[in-house]
């Protein structure tokens, strides 16, 4: 009845997706208020005892408030030093490499969230660069890369669609640096997309030549 009415003054569909979370937020805000409390205020690294600790509230709000998850991620990604680490919460739990392992843990949303993290700072991206900004948008590119070397490090992409998704994103960023970048004369090497699939065989380690000083 609720859609039916909605539906009158909207056809967007994400309306009534945003609406749902929304109830969902007001119906599990105790749940979640307390899960909040009970993590540490700053989780260095989530290993060891932090991630036990973590992972036992998550299975104990799960039980009780199972599509509270998604929000409680986002409560705990906000006490991360490292964000991507988020990761950890799949990856841990799965003891495999595998993405189909992965995906079948309680958390494997956790590898979305982190994929998310990457469009985010592509975003940023762009604006350091087209507010001219090199220094920062470098200081961005060796967080998406780190990202990315992380992804890499505890899953084994190959052909998966989390794969996929990520050699999507890695595109999107070299077309930000080639588009945004030059119209500020902050051009890449004639060949930056050679330039990324070389970084991409070393591991990563450094990207701040791709951008000039």
Not at 69 to 91: G, K, W
Not at 197 to 213: C, E, N, S, W, Y
């Amino acid at each position: 009845m609720v859609r039916a009415s909605l539906r009158m003054y909207t056809s967007s569909p994400a309306v009534f997706d945003d609406l749902a979370k929304m109830f969902t937020v007001f119906r599990t805000s105790e749940a979640l208020t307390k899960f909040a409390q009970n993590l540490e205020p700053k989780i260095a690294k989530l290993e060891g005892a932090s991630l036990t600790k973590v992972l036992d509230q998550l299975k104990a709000l799960k039980k009780a408030n199972a599509d509270a998850i998604p929000f409680a991620l986002t409560i705990v990604v906000r006490r991360l030093a490292t964000p991507s680490q988020l990761l950890h919460l799949a990856t841990k739990v799965a003891e495999s490499k595998a993405p189909a392992a992965i995906a079948a843990t309680p958390c494997a949303l956790a590898v979305s969230m982190v994929m998310d993290q990457i469009d985010e700072r592509r975003l940023l991206l762009a604006v350091a660069l087209k507010g001219n900004r090199v220094a920062v948008a470098k200081a961005i590119l060796k967080e998406i890369y780190a990202i990315e070397a992380a992804l890499r490090a505890q899953i084994d992409l190959g052909g998966s669609d989390w794969g996929n998704r990520l050699r999507d994103q890695l595109a999107a960023v070299a077309a930000v640096l080639e588009v945004d970048g030059a119209q500020h004369g902050l051009r890449p090497g004639p060949s930056l997309r050679d330039r990324l699939a070389q970084t991409v065989q070393k591991g990563r380690a450094l990207i701040a030549d791709i951008l000039p000083a």
